[in-house]
């Protein structure tokens, strides 16, 4: 299926951060820190024209509180706003 978020939004995937050699699940993180990883997915036509630096691939800063999380045929789907975004990590 092929998912286009609308307006200034990114469809993203959470990524697991690692401490030390191992693994910490986003849970474990998110008690730590209000602050996550995400990998760029999609971007909307609004993002691509504005935001050239956030393409398919780039991983981001963002505020893990301001995901929203769309339940989908079983499927987990995230999305971020371009504002709530931090960094782009080269």
Not at 44 to 49: A, P, Y
């Amino acid at each position: 299926m092929k998912i286009t978020p609308t307006g200034t939004r990114l469809h993203v995937k959470r990524l697991t951060v690692e401490d030390k050699g191992t693994i910490v699940t986003l849970e474990e993180h998110k008690e730590n820190q209000h602050q996550s990883v995400f990998e760029v997915l999609t971007v909307s036509e609004d993002v691509r024209d504005d935001y050239p630096a956030l393409a398919r691939g780039c991983k981001v800063f963002a505020d893990a509180y301001c995901v929203q999380q769309v339940d989908y045929e079983g499927e987990d789907y995230l999305f971020l706003s371009v504002e709530d975004v931090f960094a782009i990590v080269a």
